[in-house]
């Protein structure tokens, strides 16, 4: 969840009035078989995450990935706010889409159970399909799949080599949920008990719980760390997390080593962090990563032309200065930003400079579902809509245009950078500095594994001439398929063709 999700949304409408409007009664139909795990020698395996430093992360929306069940498509729609089909089913029958692209570790956004109905105060009816607004938490929502079949996903996942985190909700529940009905103020702040601060605020309107309360933690706790227990999930994506106070983190971080294992992952969303912002729930231990939301502004604008290339490489220097042991992920777009293609006005070669970047940049890099067939994504609500499949006969998204060149770049991307062990945990240096282009390099001491970065966001080429970096041995090949550089004494020309990143290795190295 997100601040987005139900800035001024209105009550629940009455149910009956509901039913009225959605026309919504229905039969419920028994759930298909589950998908059967196949055996690794019948679907696309990827080579496993060595650490979460070489994590490809995939974050998939449920509700608008692939319906694998039509069975279970209640308030299924066309609008922005409704539900659009998509469940487990469809995503375990989908995973090779994920791991043939080489991603290590997939997201899913939350599955327990959500409010029946809608809000509106949006300007069009807003059902819970992104899994923000739980109703109970101890119940997998039907519309999403069943706990069996959530399973099954982990499974299915982990005979590809892939994990799973869930994303989880500690901070509140949905718009007028059983919570607030059943427990009422000793569970949760609402109306006019809402704090004004970060803890006691009612996110976005949202009921707040009282997370202070043991009574409220040994129930939440209860809830998610039984089902990520029942059902194997890797690790959680923590939602809203500065939302929540740091003694929860603490013995969240101490009740899910204990019960789920000690390298059980937690990721959380800090709105605003990077390595210095998240380094307050670094320091304690509270949670292993954190999302960097500099990245894609930084990343954006850089191709855009704004700021100077060496200004650029600061940055770069200074996002990789992340506590040693911790983790930040950067992207590109996500369910809570405008597109990244949208921002920059559709231009796909300066997307892919920006994918090159993100795909050469220390953390874990994550592909908002989509973005990596060029996907339509565009500003809240419209930041979520349908997988683009193609003349595949998947829905939601059958039909919808996909980039299959661009897929292959990100599959060449994510194949360099798991090979180089220089990209995903090296050491960085800037080498050189143009008006528009800029060179750096990658070191990896342990394996002696080393890359030049080569990036030129100008409209003509450039040549650099990049000192040799201390050990490189040989001349400097490209991966990217762009020119190999010159050797000549202590130097390297390497040709940079307008507005591309190459990426270059030692040529004794392949
Ligand atoms: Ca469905
Ligand atoms: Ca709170």
């Known amino acids: 969840m997100t601040r987005r999700d139900g800035f001024f949304l209105w009550p629940l409408l009455a149910p009956a009035l509901l039913a009225l409007i959605a026309g919504c009664a229905s039969t419920p139909t028994p759930p298909p078989a589950d998908p059967a795990v196949e055996t690794a020698a019948d679907v696309a395996v990827v080579q496993p995450q060595r650490s979460w430093d070489d994590a490809v992360l995939y974050f998939v929306m449920l509700d608008r990935f692939a319906d694998g069940d039509d069975g279970n498509n209640q308030d299924v729609g066309d609008g922005p706010g409704n539900f659009h089909g998509g469940d487990l089913t469809g995503l375990i029958e989908q995973l090779d889409e994920i791991s043939e692209l080489g991603c290590t570790a997939i997201w899913i956004t939350p599955i327990q159970q959500q409010i029946p109905g809608y809000v509106s105060g949006a300007g069009f009816f807003d059902w819970g399909y992104h899994g923000y607004w739980a109703d109970d938490f101890y119940a997998v929502d039907p519309r999403f799949g069943t706990e069996q079949q959530m399973k099954t996903l982990v499974d299915a996942a982990h005979a590809r080599g892939m994990k799973v985190l869930l994303d989880v909700v500690y901070n509140h529940c ?140 600061h940055y770069l220097d200074r996002r990789e200065q992340v506590r040693p042991g911790y983790f930040v992920s950067h992207y590109l777009s996500s369910h809570d930003t405008d597109g990244a293609i949208l921002t920059l006005g559709g231009d796909f070669e300066l997307f892919r400079m920006c994918v090159a970047l993100q795909m050469t940049a220390r953390g874990i890099p994550c592909i908002f579902y989509g973005e990596e067939v060029g996907r339509d994504i565009g500003t809240w609500p419209d930041n979520r809509t349908d997988m683009p499949w193609g003349d595949r006969p998947i829905e939601p998204g059958a039909g919808i245009e996909r980039d299959e060149d661009l897929r292959a770049y990100y599959k060449q991307l994510i194949a360099i950078r798991r090979a180089h062990p220089s990209i995903w945990r090296g050491d960085r240096e800037g080498l050189v500095f143009g008006q528009d282009h800029l060179v750096f390099h990658r070191h990896d001491p342990e394996s002696g594994d080393r890359v030049l970065v080569a990036v030129n966001r100008g409209d003509t080429a450039v040549t650099a001439e990049v000192p040799r970096p201390d050990g490189w041995i040989g001349d400097a090949v490209s991966l990217t398929d762009g020119p190999a550089a010159d050797e000549a004494g202590d130097q390297f020309s390497v040709t940079i063709p307008r507005r591309s990143v190459q990426i270059l290795a030692p040529g004794d190295h392949e």
């Open 174 to 313: 949905g718009y007028d949920s059983r919570y607030v009905q059943e427990y009422g103020r000793d569970w949760l702040r609402f109306g006019s008990r809402c704090g004004d601060d970060d803890i006691t605020g009612c996110l976005a309107g949202l009921p707040d719980f009282k997370t202070e309360n043991p009574e409220v933690r040994e129930y939440l706790f209860g809830a998610q760390l039984g089902l990520a227990e029942r059902t194997g999930v890797d690790g959680f994506r923590l939602d809203t997390v500065k939302h929540v106070e740091h003694d929860f983190w603490r013995e969240h971080r101490e009740r899910t080593r204990a019960r789920l294992g000690e390298d059980f992952f937690l990721l959380g969303e800090v709105w605003g962090g990077d390595g210095r912002v998240l380094d307050p729930w670094f320091e304690p231990d509270e949670m292993d990563g954190g999302f960097d939301f500099s990245f894609q502004g930084s990343a954006i604008g850089f191709v855009l032309g704004r700021g100077r290339p060496v200004a650029f490489d």
